[in-house]
Structures are given as structure tokens and as C-alpha cells.
């Protein structure tokens, strides 16, 4: 019987995180008037009151950024790290 080697999955150096991938906080929605409107398996519902615009939000530590913006557009709230 031959035996597979085993072979680990590739791993990540904390170095290797770039700008490009950033988390969305809930403190920024809430900052923003954004309310959590539902949990859901792997994500949670966000919606701007103001817009009645809803957004799916993953519980990632790190999304991409163009997620991100993506995010934030359909909220009607201003991107992370730029002035409103």
C-alpha cells in the first residue's frame, strides 16, 4: 500500500496581509447609521435606514477591498478610511 505524503495547506505570513484587504467594523456602519438587521450562517444583514438599502456583510476577519467599497456604496456610506 502506498501512502500519500501529506501535504499541509498553504499558510499565510502576517506580513503578507496588504492594504487591500481590510475589515468592515461594525463600528463604522453603526457610525454611519447603518443597524444590523438579521445574522445569518456566514454573514450579516446590514441596512441603512435613512436609504432602505440592505447589505450583505461576510464574518471574515479580511475581505478584499473592492468588496469593501462595494459594501459601503450600497449602504450609501462613506469607504473606510476616507472623510465623509
Known amino acids: 500500500m502506498n ?3 501529506f501535504r499541509s495547506a498553504p499558510t499565510r505570513r502576517a506580513s503578507s ?3 487591500s484587504e481590510i475589515a468592515i467594523s461594525r463600528a ?3 457610525k454611519h447609521g447603518c443597524v444590523l438587521k438579521r ?3 456566514g454573514h450579516s444583514l446590514w441596512m441603512n435606514p435613512r436609504t432602505g438599502q440592505t447589505e450583505a456583510v461576510p464574518r471574515h476577519s479580511e475581505i478584499p ?3 469593501a467599497r462595494k459594501i459601503c456604496r450600497g449602504l450609501s456610506v462613506p469607504e473606510i478610511g476616507k472623510s465623509p
Open 3 to 5: 501512502a500519500m505524503p
Open 17 to 19: 496581509v496588504t492594504q
Open 28 to 30: 463604522h456602519l453603526r
Open 39 to 41: 445574522e445569518g450562517c
Open 65 to 67: 477591498d473592492n468588496l
